[in-house]
């Protein structure tokens, strides 16, 4: 385990650098910059304008800035300066990760909670009425788009609160007067601001995890080994859940190593819909802004938990599977 792990460390070092390396310049191909909109302001004199570049670090040459935040970041973990918000990266970015994070991951737990009972039900109740229906639901909600999807249920929302006076959150992590609730009526007001777009990912998302599933399990069900399981005397159950999935979800474990970006990635556009304050605002707004180091470090921090997260799932396919061995 120790070998594959420092295997692991060495192989990403160019990894990451050819990484910072590109994300770094092509940021930098766009046209202008973040002063772009005070150099067309006549009311800024040019005094000025090389004042705030000399302020922002704008007046070097591109390679001498990617150098000097490689160094800060490599020695001190200091992913810049954001221009937009005059902090550390670190500190604009950590607040809105852990937003998103939490609705991340109750978005994960309604993800597998409805794609892997309606996978295996699918596979075992192949052609059935009921797998019928649900391949149906499951071809419509792969043609919308999560962040569609999110407006269609605002709409509904907003005729229930209309018809009945239900104060169903629909937008925000918060409601007013959060500061002054007991902590345990924060933790409620917090999760019922999460439920919604939470759900709304699962149900977009658990769409086509549903048909892998299926497909996959339809697929081992077929084998040689579970016709001698089931010739044994293995129970159905057993048969299905400790052979068959298991097995069936290898390709799935595989791509775990994706979770760890994706966490703190946020949950997209769907963020923006239900005005939540997580990470893709945040991103769309320093893309807008052209904010250099704050775009440029979250998507290095992104790329850092990727290759951890591959490593994990290397680690937990040796797990799942015997055959496999990590070393």
Not at 11 to 34: E, K, R, Y
Not at 240 to 261: C, D, E, M, S
Not at 318 to 324: K, L, M, S, T
Request: aromatic share 10%; charged share 15%.
């Amino acid at each position: 385990m120790i070998p594959f792990l420092l295997r692991r460390v060495v192989q990403s070092i160019p990894t990451l650098f050819l990484a910072s390396l590109l994300i770094f310049f092509v940021i930098q191909l766009a046209p202008g910059d973040f002063l772009t909109p005070a150099k067309l302001n006549p009311n800024i004199s040019p005094e000025q304008i090389a004042a705030l570049e000399s302020n922002f670090g704008l007046d070097r040459h591109p390679i001498e800035q990617y150098l000097l935040w490689m160094k800060n970041m490599i020695f001190n973990l200091n992913f810049g300066l954001s221009f937009q918000y005059q902090q550390p990266v670190l500190d604009v970015a950590i607040p809105r990760v852990l937003n998103s994070l939490w609705l991340v991951l109750l978005n994960l737990i309604f993800f597998y909670a409805i794609a892997i009972p309606l996978g295996v039900y699918g596979a075992v109740r192949q052609n059935s009425l009921g797998d019928k229906a649900v391949n149906v639901v499951l071809y419509f909600l792969l043609g919308f788009p999560s962040f569609f999807l999110a407006l269609i249920v605002i709409y509904f929302i907003l005729q229930i609160r209309n018809a009945t006076g239900w104060d169903i959150p629909i937008n925000g992590m918060t409601s007013n007067g959060f500061d002054a609730m007991a902590p345990l009526e924060k933790v409620w007001d917090v999760l019922k601001h999460l439920l919604i777009p939470a759900l709304v990912l699962a149900i977009s998302d658990a769409a086509g995890l549903t048909r892998v599933i299926r497909g996959l399990m339809l697929e081992v069900m077929r084998s040689d080994y579970i016709r001698t399981a089931r010739a044994k005397g293995v129970s159905e159950r057993t048969a299905i859940w400790k052979h068959t999935f298991r097995n069936a979800i290898l390709p799935i474990v595989a791509g775990i190593g994706g979770l760890l970006p994706a966490a703190i990635s946020g949950a997209g556009l769907t963020e923006v819909v239900f005005a939540y304050p997580g990470i893709t605002p945040m991103i769309l707004d320093a893309i807008n802004t052209q904010d250099l180091y704050l775009i440029a470090g979250f998507t290095v921090l992104g790329t850092v938990l990727l290759v951890i997260g591959n490593a994990l799932s290397d680690i937990l396919l040796a797990v799942v599977d015997p055959r496999i061995k990590v070393g």
